[in-house]
Structures are given as C-alpha cells and as structure tokens.
C-alpha cells in the first residue's frame, strides 16, 4: 500500500477557492467510494472534514466539499477564511483485507 | 461524547519495545460496527495507518510493520493496546489512537496524540 499522492502546497486569497487533488490507484480510490478528508493545524490532532468522497460531518462548514473522478479525489475549499490555513489529508480505504491508506498531506496557505 | 487518550513512555531506547495504551470514553469497542485504530506521524510528515482493531476482535495491520505490531483490546477497561517491538529513531513520531466508524468508514474521534522520542 503506497501513499496517496497529493500536492504539497496549494494557496488562495480570503474568500477564493482551492482544490486540492488526492491520487490514487484502482485498488483504493478508485475502487472505492471511502475516501475521506482530514484537516490538521499545528500541534493539534487531525479532524474529520469529508467522508464518502462528499459527506461533511455535523458541525463542518459547506464551504467544504468533495469529489471523486476515477482514481484521483478532490477537496474543494470554497470562500477561503483565516482559520482554513492547515494540512489537509485524504485516505481511502483500500480493501476488506487491508488498512487504509494517507496521502502526502497537503498545506494550505491563505494569503 | 467520545473521547480518547494516548499514554505510554515518552522515551524508548533503540531495539525496545514500545507498547502504548488508548483509554477511551462514550462508546464500548463491543458495539458492532465500532474500531481503534492506531496512527502515526513523525515530527513534519504524514500520517500512517498503523494498525485497527475491531469490534468483532478482527484486526489489519500495516503491511510494511507488520511483523513488528501487535493491537489488544481490553472491552472491559476501554483500553486498546499497540506494541511495536525493535524501535529505531526513524519510528520517532507522534502517535494517535482513534476512533473508527463503519458508518463513516472514517476515523471521526482523535486522541491528543503522545510523541515518543526513540534516542539511546
């Protein structure tokens, strides 16, 4: 199980829109519509953000949303606010037999 | 309300073994569709899936530590248990226990996280 790639960086001003993508294989998210988000500021633990590839859990702003196109899924954070600057990760599950997989964690920088 | 704690040593010597306890609150690990996982991140990395455990006592284990891993649970103390035998620095990293949801499919309740330093 390797890592799912995402970018290293992404940034936008307060109010305007990132994307951040999260790619896989066929064997976690494409395979699977499991794909989850975490958000992560410094020193803190990571917080569930999407679920199911475009769920929010209670208490998580619209401004957040998901998507999913083949192997590679998609955190869109829309009408960019202070308090979004943090790494975002994605995981997939990956199997019955099988853990889960991260990404490479992505931070967002909001200028 | 869930919540959940990581305890263990802070400090391990190269080629200990490592073994740290997740004490959690609001839920029982012997609800069906419940699990703990264990997850780590060395100091400025990603995070890595080490182990889960179930439930129904079913456990998955990361394919590239699992010989090194063992996940226990204890229903009766609401405690899961990882030990991770021959630490090497390289296993320096802040570990985090969480709960798992199967009706999420996600980890949706962290633990603070403990940082366990791997230094003689």
């Known amino acids: 199980q390797s890592a799912l790639t995402q970018p290293p960086s992404a940034s936008g001003s307060p109010g305007q829109s990132v994307t951040i993508s999260c790619t896989g294989t066929?064997?976690?998210?494409?395979?699977?519509?499991?794909v989850s988000w975490y958000q992560q500021h410094p020193g803190k633990a990571p917080k569930l953000m999407i679920y199911?590839?475009?769920k929010r859990p209670s208490g998580v702003p619209d401004r957040f949303s998901g998507s999913k196109s083949g192997n590679t899924a998609s955190l869109t954070v829309s009408g960019l606010q202070a308090e979004d600057e943090a790494d975002y990760y994605c995981?997939?599950?990956?199997?019955?037999?099988?853990?889960?997989?991260f990404g490479t964690g992505t931070k967002v920088t909001v200028l | 309300q869930i919540t959940l704690k990581e305890s263990g040593p802070t400090l391990v010597k190269p080629t200990q073994t490592l073994t740290l306890t997740c004490t959690f609150s609001?839920?029982?690990?012997?609800?069906?569709?419940?699990?703990v996982g264990w997850i780590r991140q060395p100091p400025g990395k990603a995070l890595e899936w080490l182990a889960l455990?179930?439930?129904?006592?079913?456990?998955r284990y990361s394919p590239s530590l699992k010989s090194r891993l063992t996940i226990t649970k204890d229903t009766s103390k609401n405690q899961v248990v990882l030990t991770m035998t021959n630490m090497d620095p390289v296993d320096t990293a802040t570990y985090y226990c969480?709960?798992?949801?199967?009706?999420?499919?996600?980890?949706?309740?962290w633990g603070q996280g403990t940082l366990v330093t791997v230094s003689s």
């Open positions: 995981s997939s599950y990956a199997g019955s037999n099988n853990l889960g997989v």
């Open positions: 455990i179930y439930w129904n006592d079913d456990k």
């Open positions: 969480a709960h798992w949801s199967f009706m999420l499919f996600s980890f949706d309740y």
């Open positions: 066929s064997s976690d998210v494409g395979g699977y519509n499991y």
């Open positions: 609001g839920f029982s690990l012997s609800t069906s569709g419940v699990g």
């Open positions: 199911e590839v475009s």
